[in-house]
């Protein structure tokens, strides 16, 4: 989601090109050249740091130019960026200490300067330096505060001092580096507790659905540790397809079974004679479900269940049987009737589980009362009874099979649904309604789950099998880390070879030279098996039924607290902007980096069920795709650099960890749309821009027929995309096509491509002329961009200023009274560009505001196409339909921790990405179409093995 910066027209060297490895977020894939920002890089008293850091920024860009690699926290060579940035800064911290002071050597060098020694070293450094300090103003550091770089007294240049120097130090001891390393050793302690967890509780999530839950507000029923399906009509009839289920039992019961009749038809009425059997049957979908009335444990119930057991032909499928409370109100709760139910259930039970051995067997255990509520005929029905009669039940059936577990399965919670709501009773005796929907729901979740495996239905599902395509790529990272392992040994061993020796002639150390550079291959064997165990841990969280999973659960307080609290800490950490043109590298970033968090508070919030939030998200997903045409267009539009290397990188760095995931999660690449999206955005703003004539800035500078021919282009563009909006067959007659369906179907059809792509269709092309009309206001100078002066004349700023505010809060406020998803979206992609426009307006006018920016949220916009990719399956769960659970019982503490590992990771693979960029997509052309050629076989590969993978799937 970067974006390259606009050059200046004026300057020669604003024609240099942002290199590509900025092209890796998820919308505008442009130059991630950014710095390091001063106080991560600054080792010393700040007027001895500025000329470091100016020197260091120049060697920067230069190396970056050269190499084309970028991470997260800047440029670098790649043995850098393995040892982390944490050791630079201390090595950094080293040579200052050394040139500034005698004693430096105290606080050691490099990575050895560590413990008590290296804090103790640094404060000599800062009371020496301050010694020989003559005064004089404070220097305007970039790393300090304002108030600390205007002052001149010794009390504010000290509180400076002692901020910079807090913040080296921080960042000496807990570095990026240091974090993952921690969020490793978090990952395999929580993996060995939850493994533990599952032999020791077992791992059966049926089990959990019968027996434990809570409630998530006030009708949301949340299963320990898995996720429940909410069925809809069609998909219960698709389950119960020629199937028998029977009720046996009291009123209770019967309510179960209106309750379950209702999900597969809602018109369903309660009517008739309570007290006798009530049938039920959908002949088109040949479901039949019967409630039988048996209120008591006797032998009437035991004849019933006997009929079955010999006749294989009308043995239902399901049974749902259980009764008490009128064993307890017909016999006053007497002693003698609790031993009669004892001798009754125990004579059923071997029946039970001779039927449970073929058939589905759920025994419900029966609800507390509200005894307040209870008629003067009821009042024997006591909480005390039925617990006593609870634990007979219990006790019988699960002793009913001497050698193995009994496969009579206890329906033990609504137990716990009733006791949150039995005091909304109407007679302290049946349940409300919204209670019986929610233990029908689980009745359907414990017996369809296995048969339509639904998404975010966890609850009483297998582990999906390996394919063909998941086992060779678990083969391929396997042998990448055995052979990342051998390589490390060898080149240990080399090393040890090659280690200091001493000349006993002379008594001095010889050094063999040896070149300690990391090699292509090292680099290659290392990012692979960097990528094999983060996806193993991909697979662990959302594949394998190692970690739990939760329901989402909406609501006000989830979603705007979270927004409040990033939204602080953006503010806090501010910086100076190395330059304050409009819509400059730090500030897109930034922009980059607060829509990605707000985006991900939105998903795991579960927000999208409130419209007015929904509504702005979706506006902030139009921006990202307003930056992908701004950017890219301003890139060719400036450098005219349309080579097969650019575009070969661009379209690496966004979709190579899509593609690794389609591989090892078995999910189309449509699944993952937001790049598939901007994918196709690039590809048409490169086609657009590099077809003949190609009408680059220093072409039409000399002539300006050449901007009316670039219009025309943009024209039929915009023709182009009216054309496929309003003509879906046409749209998806092109993306039906072989091979481009296998990208662009999901669930056998293109249709959510389509959606999602006419969604923001005019955005893209918006964000294309913007950059058009800004680069060439800039390039006559109507703007003013100088730091702290407005954009354009005071009375000019003003107006715009005010139009901008005005036009943001009213679509604020329209977005906000949308009453119908449905007609919103179609009148989204006409007015998404309105705030847009005035979002960068409010940022860019004023020049107090274009001069700083959040380091906070940029260092987030750096890696946010990781970020969005990831929490697909690392901090979300069931592919994005519930929450990761990595901590049960603490929500809290496990968002923090979830958090704080789904970030380490995103890191982590941005770094990948960038190493394999590096190798995979050489500068040389014929080295790079011998690349091209070999990814072409792999694809063509994939194809086949797919194909053959769906085939046997069916």
């Not at 020197?55 to 997260?72: I, L, R, S, W």
């Amino acid at each position: 989601m970067l974006e390259p910066l606009v050059p200046s027209p004026s300057s020669p060297m604003s024609l240099q090109p942002p290199p590509p490895a900025a092209a890796r977020d998820p919308v505008t894939p442009e130059g991630r050249m950014g710095p390091m920002t001063p106080e991560h890089r600054a080792s010393g008293p700040p007027s001895q740091a500025q000329p470091l850091l100016r020197q260091e920024a120049k060697e920067e860009e230069e190396e970056g130019e050269e190499t084309g690699v970028q991470g997260a926290w800047g440029t670098g060579t790649a043995e850098q960026r393995r040892r982390g940035w944490g050791e630079a800064a201390e090595a950094a911290a080293a040579e200052e200490g050394q040139a500034e002071a005698e004693g430096a050597a105290a606080a050691g060098s490099g990575s050895q300067a560590g413990g008590a020694g290296g804090g103790r070293g640094g404060w000599r450094r800062l009371l020496a330096w301050l010694r020989r300090r003559q005064p004089q103003c404070c220097p305007c550091a970039a790393p300090l505060p304002r108030s600390a770089a205007h002052g001149c007294h010794g009390g504010t240049k000290m509180a400076a001092l002692a901020y910079n120097l807090g913040k080296r130090e921080i960042n000496h001891y807990f570095s990026v580096r240091s974090a993952k390393v921690l969020a490793l050793v978090a990952v395999l302690l929580l993996a060995a507790c939850h493994l533990a967890s599952r032999r020791y509780r077992g791992n059966d999530s049926c089990e959990y659905l019968l027996s434990s839950g809570r409630f998530l507000g006030e009708k949301v029923w949340q299963p320990h540790s898995c996720m429940m399906h909410k069925y809809k009509i069609s998909e219960a009839k698709n389950c119960l397809v020629d199937k028998h289920i029977a009720f046996i039992g009291d009123s209770r019961i019967r309510q179960l079974f209106y309750s379950f009749v209702k999900i597969i038809n809602p018109q369903f009425k309660e009517e008739g004679n309570k007290h006798e059997n009530i049938p039920f049957e959908d002949k088109i979908a040949s479901v039949k479900v019967d409630f039988l009335w048996h209120p008591e444990v006797n032998g009437s119930m035991k004849q019933c269940i006997k009929v079955w057991t010999e006749d294989s032909v009308a043995k239902p499928h399901v049974i749902v049987a259980g009764a008490a409370t009128w064993s307890i109100k017909i016999h006053n709760g007497s002693n003698e009737a609790l031993s009669q139910y004892k001798m009754n259930i125990t004579s059923i039970a071997p029946l039970l589980e001779k039927l449970a051995k073929t058939s589905d067997v759920y025994w419900v255990l029966q609800d507390p009362v509200y005894e307040d509520l209870l008629s003067e005929n009821r009042k024997m029905i006591t909480n005390e009874k039925i617990d006593a009669y609870n634990e007979a039940a219990v006790s019988i059936l699960n002793s009913s099979t001497r050698n193995s577990k009994s496969n009579v399965k206890m329906f033990s919670v609504s137990k716990l649904i009733a006791q949150e709501t039995i005091m909304e009773s109407l007679d302290g005796l049946h349940l409300p309604e919204s209670s019986r929907e929610t233990s029908a729901m689980i009745l359907m979740n414990v017996y369809c789950n296995k048969i339509l495996k639904p998404v975010d239905g966890s609850c009483c599902q297998p582990q999906p099998p390996l394919t063909l395509i998941q086992k060779l790529a678990a083969c391929f990272f396997t042998l990448s880390i055995i052979g990342y392992l051998i390589f490390y040994i060898i080149h240990r061993h080399a090393h040890r070879k090659n280690k200091p020796c001493t000349d006993l002639e002379s008594g001095e150390e010889k050094k063999n030279i040896i070149n300690n550079s990391a090699s292509p291959l090292e680099i290659l064997l290392q990012s692979f098996c960097k990528l094999g165990l983060i996806m193993a841990y991909f697979y662990m969280c959302d594949r394998a039924n190692l970690f739990m999973k939760e329901n989402k659960f909406y609501t006000h307080s989830s979603f705007f607290i979270p927004i409040i609290y990033i939204l602080v800490l953006g503010v806090f950490y501010n910086e100076n902007t190395k330059e304050t043109k409009v819509l400059n590298r730090e500030q897109t970033d930034e922009w980059k980096g607060w829509m990605q968090l707000v985006i991900l508070i939105y998903h795991i919030s579960g927000a999208s069920t409130f419209l007015p939030v929904y509504m702005h998200i979706r506006v902030l997903v139009a921006a990202y795709l307003f930056q992908t045409g701004y950017g890219h267009f301003s890139y060719f539009w400036i450098k005219g650099d349309f080579g097969i290397h650019r575009v070969c990188q661009v379209l690496f760095r966004l979709n190579f960890l899509v593609v690794v995931l389609c591989i090892v999660m078995d999910r189309p690449y449509q699944f993952y749309y937001f790049v598939p999206l901007v994918t196709v955005w690039f590809m048409v703003i490169y086609v657009t821009l590099a077809l003949w004539p190609q009408i680059i800035q220093k072409r039409a500078n000399g002539n300006c027929f050449w901007h009316f021919g670039l219009l025309l282009k943009l024209a039929f563009l915009l023709l182009c995309i009216c054309f496929l909006a309003y003509s879906q067959g046409a749209f998806e007659k092109i993306f039906s096509l072989w091979p481009l369906s296998k990208c662009f179907e999901l669930k056998g059809n293109v249709y959510e491509w389509w959606f999602r792509w006419q969604l923001d269709r005019y955005v893209v092309f918006h964000g294309m002329l913007f950059a058009f009309i800004y680069l060439a206001l800039q390039k006559r100078q109507v703007l003013s961009e100088g730091k702290g002066e407005p954009l354009f004349s005071n009375k000019i700023s003003n107006i715009l200023l005010f139009i901008s505010v005005v036009s943001f809060l009213t679509y604020s406020i329209w977005a906000s009274s949308c009453k119908n998803k449905a007609e919103c979206n179609e009148l989204h992609p006409s007015v998404s560009v309105v705030q847009i426009l005035a979002f960068i307006l409010i940022r860019n006018i004023p020049g107090y505001a274009r001069s700083v920016y959040s380091s906070f949220f940029a260092w987030f916009g750096k890696i946010s196409l990781e970020l969005f990719i990831c929490q697909y399956h690392i901090w979300l769960a069931a592919d994005t339909r519930g929450i990761l659970v990595l901590i049960p019982g603490n929500p809290m503490l496990n968002i923090i921790v979830s958090t704080f590992i789904f970030v380490c990771v995103a890191h982590e693979i941005s770094q990948i990405t960038n190493d394999l960029a590096h190798i995979i997509i050489p500068k040389d052309n014929s080295s790079l179409l011998k690349r091209l050629a070999c990814i072409a076989a792999f694809f063509c590969g994939l194809l086949i093995l797919s194909s053959i993978q769906d085939k046997s799937r069916h």
